[in-house]
T-cell receptor, first 114, second 113 residues
């Protein structure tokens, strides 16, 4: 299995500011994903982040609002820009193990926007 | 039509009973199927994967797959209060140039003593 860490684990931010969430994996993985999970809801895929290429965003998510970096095979960042209270959610990093083809999730970042 | 459908529940079962969780999917070419467990305030945790028609058992968990009916289920035998969680069904799909998992909305399971 892949061990995934995220920073920060939680944050409270002011409207109009930006927050960058870091995701670190203990092994090299090709495919990384960023999800959002709002209270009581299921997972919503924001984007797929593969090293060496631009992130691919799902419908309803745009790069200006959620810029993503993927500088190498073990690390990615997601920025939530110009935040509003509607961005309050848990943001989850997820990877697919190259060896087992199984998808694993990080512990999540709980974001509250005031 | 949602791509992966689950009954949202809550499904309430007594301790020691069998809990049966069901999931249907719309993409006939899907080949990989997963069940994740998510405790409140935690991230999803993979508990079962299944790729072939039939049953796959792992301890108290049995996953069942019927590709002809586009149906996958999870049985939990001897349910314990610690099994109380939301169970997410996930099915692989290919879109936007990538193979990715499509998640159902989840079924909330409550096991009462």
């Amino acid at each position: 299995s892949a061990v995934i860490s995220q920073k920060p684990s939680r944050d409270i931010c002011q409207r109009g500011t930006s927050l960058t969430i870091q995701c670190q994996v203990d092994s090299q993985v090709t495919m990384m994903f960023w999800y959002r999970q709002q209270p009581g809801q299921s997972l919503t895929l924001i984007a797929t982040a593969n090293q060496g290429s631009e992130a691919t965003y799902e419908s309803g998510f745009v790069i200006d609002k959620f810029p993503i970096s993927r500088p190498n095979l073990t690390f990615s960042t997601l920025t939530v820009s110009n935040m509003s209270p509607e961005d309050s959610s848990i943001y989850l990093c997820s990877v697919v193990s190259d060896s087992t083809d199984t998808q694993y999730f990080g512990p999540g970042t709980r974001l509250t926007v005031l | 039509q949602k791509e992966v459908e689950q009954n949202s529940g809550p499904l309430s079962v007594p301790e020691g009973a069998i809990a049966s969780l069901n999931c249907t999917y719309s993409d006939r070419v899907s080949q990989s199927f997963f069940w994740y467990r998510q405790y409140s305030g935690k991230s999803p945790e993979l508990i079962m994967s299944i790729y072939s028609n039939g049953d796959k058992e792992d301890g108290r968990f049995t996953a069942q797959l019927n590709k002809a009916s586009q149906y996958v289920s999870l049985l939990i035998r001897d349910s314990q209060p610690s099994d109380s969680a939301t169970y997410l069904c996930a099915v692989n799909g290919f879109s936007g140039g990538y193979n990715k998992l499509i998640f159902g909305a989840g079924t909330r399971l409550a096991v009462h003593p």
